[in-house]
């Protein structure tokens, strides 16, 4: 007997440590994530050089050319130029009167009973629903990021990532941005706009004390969760 208390015990546990998984949120960002890190020095190597020739590959000078970023390694600045807005609403009302009457006639001049009730029946029923609903939200995001660009691809295009970490009295803030910039959308300043960015994922958050203090508990998450059944 002791032993299946034990098991179900143990079995609630379970339970109630899965729903709590589903919960909880992950671990807080750190700097240094290899999804947003700098392109590591060997992947920047140029080619040796050819002693004895010329022609050195890679170390031309054009008198005409930008300096634009197009390679493996250079840097563009991203003007972080982000706004939305969104608003619905809905209105909906129904209403519905029902009339019946039911008269019971005139028999030799006088009306029906039975009983000493009256037959006569009226029914008048009556149905009103009314809801509405409202939704805005905006959002906007302002500021610059210098990345770096991580791959060219066979297109053209640049594969550019970077982050930037600021770290203040209560904790820290930062900016991560990744996505796929055309080389002719970029300034001759090498600065683009981040509206120009392809598949582009930029994250603004932060930790640390702040950051804690407007986040739920995991007992309020729970509740609030589809997992609690009320």
Request: contains cysteine; proline residues 7%.
């Amino acid at each position: 007997m002791i032993k299946q208390r034990m098991i179900h015990h143990l079995a609630l546990i379970a339970s109630i440590a899965s729903a709590l998984t589903a919960c909880t949120i992950g671990p807080e960002p750190k700097p240094g994530d290899p999804a947003y890190a700098p392109v590591s020095a060997p992947a920047m190597m140029p080619p040796p050089p050819n002693q004895g020739g010329i022609y050195q590959a890679g170390g031309g000078l054009s008198l005409f050319e930008d300096k634009r970023a197009r390679r493996i390694g250079d840097v563009i600045t991203i003007s972080l130029a982000e706004s939305t807005t969104s608003s619905k609403k809905a209105d909906s009302a129904i209403k519905k009167d029902d009339k019946v009457n039911l008269d019971a006639g005139v028999v030799l001049g006088a009306q029906p009973k039975i009983g000493g009730v009256n037959m006569t029946t009226a029914i008048n029923p009556t149905r009103d629903f009314s809801g509405a609903a409202t939704a805005d939200q905006s959002n906007k995001l302002q500021g610059t990021i210098t990345v770096m660009v991580s791959d060219v691809l066979p297109n053209g295009l640049l594969e550019v990532r970077g982050e930037k970490w600021m770290t203040l009295n209560r904790g820290e803030e930062f900016i991560r941005i990744r996505g796929y910039v055309r080389p002719e959308d970029v300034l001759p300043d090498n600065t683009i706009a981040s509206t120009k960015v392809a598949d582009v994922r930029i994250t603004y958050s932060g930790s640390g004390e702040l950051a804690q203090s407007n986040r739920q508990g995991w007992a309020s998450r729970f509740f609030g969760s589809e997992w609690w059944p009320f």
